[in-house]
């Protein structure tokens, strides 16, 4: 201390309290590595913390949105609220948060919240030019249902798969993605389609018709075969020929290449073809679940913390923007696939989706009570070269999220 207000024997002290302060915290260290106990916090106690927050931020949310008739939230767009009306893809998400949510914690308020945004999506289950039905009635109407057993939901389940169906070739065996850009794709997939499947599988739950789950099927055999590299990692887009029906041209669309592994595409995949193993036991979806699992797992350009950069082979890693949908929607399939392929592997995956579900509910990715516009995660990433919507909150982020809280929740019960 170089104070010229303190004495030498001021001095002598400074220096034997640090030299003790020092001996205590090497001892600390020295106990601690030998204890069986970490101080890291209880994974219970941080999905505990995830879904307070979840449910703060979107009670604000649902609080803002109450008197705006029709209107969903989508994302921040220049520092304010972007919002959406039922025709947006994303539209069923934020229900299926305040369902999820509600399953957590039944209050009359969250339920309140839940039937007024899912029936503001109700339009969605006469759209025949999107194949995004799962994604917007599944996620809202299809907890809903799950949950209270509303027989007006289900009429919409069913109407909205009927809806979906019209988009299925017999000559591809697939569900068609897109309809703009004709003059380049034919018959254009892409592997977001793969959550879609889960509605149909359900469509079939209600009604007794095998053709809903055919058809999933269908689409998810089409696609193991023809979406993915030798190293399991996914094209973005495989547009098939209409005569032949065979792939005529494959792309990564929001990607950095099309060579190259974006990494909510790589999440959707790993997340499909767990769900797809878990609604058929086929064998081929869980080989398939568990070695897109591997790619990411152990891909060099995954960051210390598990939340992707937005594409892995972006040429300006580390400074790239992160995308924490990728890594919510990767969590809440490593949790599931944890189960699924039990053993080794499985302890494997359930490490990785916790490690994932600490770095979320962190500070650098949790929004503070009442900022982020009531969005519950920072730092996604929906379409880096279109630059659209980077680093900003997304609603599927969210839903995701909720849904690994929940899913992890209900594991370590």
Known sequence: DRSPSRGLGDVYKRQVENFLCTCMLVC????????????????????ERGLDRAEHQSLLMAKKLEPMEGKLPKTIKNDSLETSDYSWWCSGFYPGVLWYLYENNPTSELKKYA?????????????????????????????GYRLTQNETYKDVMITGANSLITRYSDKTGLIRSW??????????????????LEFLMRATDLTGDPKYKQIAISHADKTLKNH?????????????????????????????????????????????????????????????????????????????DKIPYWDFDAPNIPNEPRDASSAAVMASALIELSLLNPGEFGDQCLKYAEDQIRS???????????????????????????????????????YYYVEALLRLKNLIK
């Open 28 to 47: 600390t260290g020295m106990f601690a590595s030998c204890s069986n106990t970490s101080k890291e916090e209880p994974i219970s106690s941080v999905v």
């Open 115 to 143: 039937e007024d945004f899912t029936g503001r999506i109700e339009k969605a289950k006469n759209i025949k030019y999107s194949h995004d039905l799962g994604f917007m009635i599944n996620c809202s109407y299809g907890n």
């Open 179 to 196: 309809d703009f850009n004709a003059d380049i794709w034919q018959f254009p997939v892409i592997i977001d389609n793969m959550m879609n």
């Open 228 to 304: 993915f590299r030798d190293d399991y990692s996914c094209y973005h887009v495989v547009s098939y020929d209409t005569i032949t029906g065979e792939p005529h041209k494959k792309q990564t669309h929001q990607g950095y290449t099309d060579e190259s592994a974006w990494a909510r595409g790589q999440a959707w995949a790993l997340y499909g073809y767990t769900m797809m193993y878990r609604e058929t036991k086929k064998p081929e979806y869980l080989d398939q679940a568990t070695n897109i699992a591997k790619f990411l797992m152990n891909h060099p350009a995954m960051p210390s």
């Open 360 to 398: 979320l509910t962190s500070s650098e990715y949790l929004a503070a009570e009442g900022e982020n516009c009531d969005f519950i995660l920072k730092h996604s990433t929906g379409h880096k070269p279109g630059n659209s919507e980077v680093d900003v909150p997304l609603s599927y982020a969210d």
